[in-house]
């Protein structure tokens, strides 16, 4: 696997890690850490100074959505892997 892949696992689910902190401090709820991952994707989606494939888009749309689905886990009080994540993140894309 590329050394940048790996990184990038690393960072998001470290940035899952955060999100949950910041949730367990309350200085935000899990419904406004959702919003801002929302504000985030639709500016990508939105964003007209660069034409994307569709695969490029759904890659630089993939940390987004791993993120949306671990917040979606710590409400319920569960976890899971980045493969899960990622499986997840495939099967509804």
């Given at each position: 696997?590329?050394?940048?892949?790996?990184?990038?696992?690393?960072?998001?689910?470290a940035?899952?890690?955060?999100?949950?902190?910041?949730?367990?401090?309350?200085?935000?709820?899990?419904?406004?850490?959702?919003?801002?991952?929302?504000?985030?994707?639709?500016?990508?989606?939105?964003?007209?100074?660069?034409e994307?494939s569709?695969?490029?888009?759904?890659?630089?749309?993939?940390?987004?959505?791993?993120?949306?689905?671990?917040?979606?886990?710590?409400?319920?009080?569960?976890?899971?892997?980045?493969?899960?994540?990622?499986?997840?993140?495939?099967?509804?894309?």
């Amino acid at each position: 696997m590329n050394t940048a892949n790996l990184q990038l696992k690393g960072l998001i689910m470290a940035m899952a890690s955060i999100c949950d902190a910041i949730v367990e401090k309350e200085l935000l709820t899990r419904g406004e850490l959702d919003t801002a991952l929302s504000k985030a994707k639709r500016a990508i989606e939105q964003d007209d100074d660069h034409e994307l494939s569709g695969a490029n888009l759904a890659a630089i749309l993939f940390p987004i959505r791993v993120l949306q689905l671990a917040g979606e886990a710590g409400s319920k009080g569960e976890g899971a892997t980045f493969s899960d994540y990622a499986k997840l993140v495939g099967r509804l894309s």
